[in-house]
């Protein structure tokens, strides 16, 4: 079966320091990947997508970048973080064919002070 | 905006009665999905209702869809505590889930 795994789990980091969240899955081939983003008692905002190794689209430009150096690896980065960009961030997959479920990770907290 | 949005933004209810969460969207879909979030946590698919389909069941679980009000429901019947939840509806108008848009969901507390 499909898992996905997304870490950290929480993380504090200060203004302008560097940030990486890593996400994998397993049991499947070339799913299509996301980051989503939620604030506090907001719905979900799309980060990026990524249909392919290599293949990233931005949603909103902002200070983050992301990812994807493997099929099933997706990163989310920042040079130097802001503290509008602390949040809940969310990792998902779906297969590739387009209009299927998505599946989401357990999330990471990032708190920036 | 092709968003999702729900109603209530909250609803308490005991356990055993039924819950109703309300989703309406603007324009032409492929799909909408409900998901189910708990405090702090990630997402949980419930259930994909398609364009062409009415009503689908899954347990508890019964989602209407009328493309003509462009509007969903999500029925959750004989609530336990464990179904307290938020739960969001997500809207896929472009046949590609790139494009999947969620609403701000509903919050749903059940009272034992």
Redesign the interface.
């Known amino acids: 079966s499909q898992t996905i795994h997304q870490w950290p789990a929480t993380l504090v980091q200060p203004v302008g320091s560097p940030l990486s969240l890593e996400c994998t899955v397993e049991g499947t081939s070339n799913p299509n990947l996301y980051w989503y983003r939620q604030a506090a008692g907001r719905g979900l905002q799309l980060l990026f997508y990524s249909v392919g190794i290599g293949q990233i689209s931005s949603e909103v430009p902002q200070n983050l970048s992301a990812s994807r150096p493997q099929d099933r690896q997706f990163i989310l980065s920042s040079k130097k973080l802001l503290l509008s960009d602390s949040g809940f961030y969310l990792c998902a997959w779906e297969q590739g064919a387009v209009g299927n479920t998505i599946y989401f990770g357990e999330g990471s907290w990032l708190t920036v002070v | 905006s092709q968003?999702g949005e729900e109603d209530p933004q909250a609803l308490s209810i005991q356990e055993g009665e039924n819950a109703t969460m309300n989703c309406s969207y603007k324009t032409s879909i492929?799909?909408l999905?409900w998901?189910r979030q708990n405090s702090?946590?990630?997402?949980?698919?419930l259930i994909?209702i398609?364009s062409n389909e009415r009503e689908k069941h899954s347990g508890r679980l019964r989602v209407t869809l009328d493309t003509s009000k462009k509007s969903s429901s999500l029925l959750i019947t004989a609530s336990r505590a464990a179904d307290t939840a938020s739960y969001?509806c997500?809207i896929?108008s472009g046949?590609?889930?790139?494009?999947?848009?969620?609403?701000?969901?509903t919050l749903l507390t059940v009272n034992p």
């Open positions: 968003q492929n799909n999905q998901y702090g946590r990630g997402l949980v698919h994909l398609r969001f997500a896929n046949g590609s889930n790139y494009k999947l848009t969620f609403g701000k969901g």
